[in-house]
């Protein structure tokens, strides 16, 4: 018998949110413990595993960047840490001045749950739940799920998030190329292949883009959709 067929990514069909509803979820939020997190994943793109894995070792706020090194994953529902699958999944993101002054805000929120210590301790995860352990994948999840859901809004899973920053930055002019790169994907054709349904005009410029070179040590250019989110 032939093997099962997987769809192309261009066949997989993903709901992306407004600037509208990201920013009334975002606020919905504020006062969460994990608001941060889901700030930055909007912010970024990064996937779920690679917001809950973050270091503080990976962040350098003063340049305002994030390194993804790490991912949390869910193993039989046991949280374990892993790496990235890919070396371009192994990459280091800017971040906006907004995501900064909100990690900075929740360093600070984090720092005073644990009042004997000054600085994070080596190796300690940006998101944990409140005694220390790192947060579940599903928790993350469900804790975005319930969210949509209380508030009304157009029902979207939490990886859509990601589907979503991809299209608003697209269409706001960010090129393929550094998308592509800050989301780790392993081509840029890939990226196009994946949103050229949703953001039109990128098939004038699918040419130039899987031409261009590869992506600088940092990757920036995607970042200031700051009336988003704050």
């Known amino acids: 018998a032939d093997p099962p067929t997987v769809p192309g990514p261009g066949d997989r069909d993903f709901q992306t949110w407004s600037p509208e509803e990201l920013r009334t979820f975002l606020q919905a939020m504020k006062q969460h413990r994990l608001a941060a997190a889901f700030v930055l994943a909007a912010s970024t793109g990064m996937r779920r595993g690679e917001v809950l894995g973050l270091r503080w070792d990976d962040v350098d706020l003063e340049g305002g960047t994030v ?13 374990m840490r892993s790496e990235p ?27 005073g749950e644990c009042p004997s210590s000054g600085e994070p301790a080596e190796g300690a995860l ?86 261009a070179a590869h992506p600088p040590h940092t990757i920036s250019g995607a970042i200031t959709l700051v009336t988003v989110f704050v």
């Open 85 to 111: 699958k890919t070396a371009r999944g192994r990459r280091t993101i800017s971040i906006d001045p907004a995501t900064v002054g909100v990690l900075r805000a929740h360093r600070q929120s984090q720092l």
């Open 126 to 211: 940006v998101f944990t739940r409140p005694d220390g352990r790192p947060v579940h994948p599903d928790l993350f999840t469900q804790t975005f799920t319930r969210t949509v859901k209380r508030l009304g809004l157009r029902r979207v899973r939490l990886h859509d998030v990601r589907h979503t920053y991809a299209t608003l930055a697209l269409r706001a002019g960010v090129d393929a190329k550094t998308v592509s790169a800050r989301l780790g994907h392993s081509t840029v054709a890939f990226t196009l292949d994946v949103y050229t349904k949703a953001v039109p005009q990128l098939d004038e410029d699918a040419d130039g883009q899987l031409d």
């Open 67 to 79: 390194a993804v090194r790490q991912t949390i994953i869910n193993v039989a529902y046991e949280v």
